[in-house]
């Protein structure tokens, strides 16, 4: 499972990928961490395997909650938490036939153990009276992390400069820093760890915990540490050399060489 995650994930069909496809899957993959963490006699194979699985989580849930960070310029917060509810539970943001289907399936449980009951109190026996769980309630139910979900996309909107970065800032930190090298202490990447950054990619962290289990999250806690020290505002600095030519001078006038 995890190599198909993998696969998928770095193929161009990532981009295409509805939210709520990344939501299940993420939420599917936590299983396959906990075998991970759980199989102890092939730890240097298996255990490698869960901090890129956790890498590849974190970055399919901020692209997910972006792509709902966008959409909230055209519907409203209440809206988009109906549609993800109903994506989320029955499959399809815009499904209206699953439960009221469940509801009849409801009905006639019901039915069938009134006739049941009054057959049996016919015939002499005690009355006795067993409650079973509504097939419709079991699955109109949203998932628990759909609150914490919806607190980064929130957050995300409320803030578009730096969640236009995040991405970059996600894959930096998860397959740079946090596996030792240095190329995220480049003078170019400065401008992307400061705390606003941080601070939403905690809340992604976060609302991955929620999604998938401490179990996955866990491999990433190396985030908490990482220093984020840049100044808010900060232009980066592309590393462009001193004195070379450059395409406007200040007048106006073209600054090449003449030909």
């Known amino acids: 499972m995890f190599e198909r995650w993998r696969t998928h994930y770095l193929s161009y069909h990532a981009l295409l990928t509805v939210n709520r496809a990344w939501l299940g899957l993420i939420r599917r993959s936590a299983d396959c961490s906990v075998v991970l963490a759980k199989v102890t006699s092939m730890s240097c194979t298996l255990m490698s395997g869960r901090p890129a699985l956790a890498s590849h989580s974190?970055?399919?849930v901020l692209l997910a909650a972006l792509q709902d960070a966008g959409r909230l310029d055209d519907i409203p917060e209440r809206l988009l938490r109906r549609r993800l509810e109903s994506a989320l539970t029955v499959g399809n943001p815009d499904g209206s036939y699953v439960l009221p289907i469940l509801e009849r399936a409801d009905a006639f449980l019901r039915h069938v153990q009134d006739r049941t009951?009054?057959?049996?109190?016919?015939?002499?026996?005690e009355p006795i009276r067993i409650d079973y769980p509504s097939l419709r309630d079991a699955v109109a139910t949203p998932p628990a992390y759909l609150n914490d979900y919806l607190d980064l996309v929130e957050r995300l909107r409320a803030n578009p400069q730096v969640a236009r970065e995040l991405l970059q800032v996600a894959e930096l930190t998860c397959f740079d820093a946090l596996l030792g090298d240095s190329a995220w202490k480049?003078?170019?990447?400065?401008?992307l760890?400061?705390?606003e950054h941080k601070g939403l990619l905690l809340v992604g962290l976060r609302c991955l915990s929620r999604i998938a289990g401490a179990q996955v999250a866990s491999a990433l806690r190396g985030l908490h540490d990482l220093p984020f020290e840049a100044s808010s505002g900060l232009v980066p600095d592309r590393g462009e050399p001193a004195?070379?030519?450059?395409l406007f001078d200040p007048d106006g006038s073209s600054g090449r060489a003449e030909v």
């Open 58 to 60: 974190l970055i399919a």
């Open 117 to 125: 009951h009054k057959a049996y109190v016919g015939a002499g026996a």
């Open 186 to 191: 480049a003078k170019s990447f400065a401008h």
């Open 193 to 195: 760890f400061t705390m």
């Open 243 to 246: 004195g070379q030519d450059t």
